[in-house]
């Protein structure tokens, strides 16, 4: 039974390895970044460090234009109705996050940056590559091993255990 054991231990183990959480974390305060996350996992993306008394336009670039995403005025943050549900932006932190992350959020996103007088201070560039996740792969064919290998330990102890009683040792 002690092998069986160990093989359990080994297979948490291995599989932990496989499955990272579903959470990334970008930081995009030098104004040009690169960010890979995972297909229905999510993404925190500091775009700088606190907010407060600035006003903020997020877009995301399309093949055929560009696409609102949230904007930033007043203290007050409006998320666009494709992103609602599934998008927030935090003032305190400079933070925008997306959760349920889907292959079409990958793009080319755009911050500009304005005083409260509305001049333009600066623009955040950030290119987000959401992959799809192997996880629902791994996970059926790890199970499949580690239930192959649990059986044949099970097999090969049984056997030595019957050829134990015949050999009378």
Not at 26 to 35: D, G, H
Not at 53 to 71: A, E, M, R, W, Y
Not at 92 to 112: A, C, F, H, M, P
Request: glycine share 6%.
């Amino acid at each position: 039974m002690e092998p069986v054991l160990i093989l359990l231990l080994m297979l948490a183990g291995v599989s932990h390895a496989f499955f990272p959480a579903g959470e990334t974390k970008c930081n995009a305060t030098q104004n040009t970044s690169l960010c890979s996350a995972t297909v229905g996992g999510s993404v925190y993306i500091q775009l700088m460090t606190n907010a407060s008394g600035q006003q903020l336009k997020c877009k995301k670039k399309l093949p055929t234009g560009s696409i609102n995403v949230f904007s930033l005025k007043k203290e007050r943050v409006t998320i666009q109705e494709s992103y609602r549900n599934r998008t927030e932006f935090f003032i305190n932190s400079g933070t925008l996050k997306i959760t349920k992350l889907e292959r079409s959020d990958s793009g080319q996103y755009t911050v500009d940056v304005f005083d409260p007088e509305g001049i333009q201070l600066r623009t955040i560039n950030v290119k987000l590559d959401v992959q799809e996740n192997i996880s629902h792969i791994l996970i059926p064919v790890c199970s499949a091993v580690g239930a192959l290998l649990i059986v044949v330990v099970c097999c090969c102890v049984c056997w030595k255990l019957r050829r134990r009683k015949k050999t009378g040792k």
